[in-house]
T-cell receptor, first 109, second 114 residues
Framework: GEDVEQSLFLSVREGDSSVINCTYTDSSSTYLYWYKQEPGAGLQLLTYIFSNMDMKQDQRLTVLLNKKDKHLSLRIADTQTGDSAIYFCAESKGDKIIFGKGTRLHILP | GAGVSQTPSNKVTEKGKYVELRCDPISGHTALYWYRQSLGQGPEFLIYFQGTGAADDSGLPNDRFFAVRPEGSVSTLKIQRTERGDSAVYLC????????????FGEGSWLTVV
């Protein structure tokens, strides 16, 4: 199977919370990342979490890590139209970063 | 400039031709990465440089792909005998090389092989 798996699509109403889930395979990954990619743009690092942490909060973003189940989630509170993008989960593997296929977040009015 | 710079931003080439894609990393960053992103896919690792040497080239798909970084700064990704399946966005990224440090991506070079 793939190293990093995430669902491909998520639709959320404006103002609601978005939760994007991801599973990864490498239990030795030191860092786990969330990147954002807007149409026609490069990858922007949103946040990352060290593997010995359970949770990290940064303004509207909350990252939860369940290391036992190798499950990572990104919660975006009060989702806005500007949050519409593809969100990539990624794990560190040695010196490189391995990405999932991305979750396209669609905001409903 | 302040960010990772990639040229050309767009390249259309004929099947069988040779292509070079250039990456100018953030000044002072010793680590440099090349990734390839096909439509609807996540970025796929190609090669990683620490300084001038390729520390990990395990992602290069075949011997038509080669990358250099002769002075430890600018890097060039070279693709010989291009095929239509090589069409993708080629992303370059750089970091300070320290564990956990942020990896900054460029805007990418869109390659179309016709």
């Amino acid at each position: 199977g793939e190293d990093v798996e995430q669902s491909l699509f998520l639709s959320v109403r404006e103002g609601d919370s978005s939760v994007i889930n991801c599973t990864y395979t490498d239990s030795s990954s030191t860092y786990l990342y969330w990147y954002k990619q807007e149409p026609g743009a490069g990858l922007q690092l949103l946040t990352y979490i060290f593997s010995n942490m359970d949770m990290k909060q940064d303004q509207r973003l909350t990252v939860l890590l369940n290391k036992k189940d190798k499950h990572l989630s990104l919660r975006i509170a009060d989702t806005q139209t500007g949050d519409s993008a593809i969100y990539f989960c990624a794990e560190s593997k040695g010196d490189k970063i391995i990405f999932g296929k991305g979750t396209r977040l669609h905001i409903l009015p | 400039g302040a960010g990772v710079s990639q040229t050309p931003s767009n390249k259309v080439t004929e099947k069988g031709k040779y292509v070079e894609l250039r990456c100018d990393p953030i000044s002072g960053h010793t680590a440099l990465y090349w990734y390839r992103q096909s439509l609807g896919q996540g970025p796929e690792f190609l090669i990683y440089f620490q300084g001038t040497g390729a520390a990990d080239d395990s992602g290069l798909p075949n011997d038509r792909f080669f990358a250099v970084r002769p002075e430890g700064s600018v890097s060039t990704l070279k693709i010989q005998r291009t095929e239509r399946g090589d069409s993708a966005v080629y992303l370059c990224a750089s970091s300070t090389g320290q564990p956990g440090n942020t990896i900054y991506f460029g805007e990418g070079s869109w390659l179309t092989v016709v």
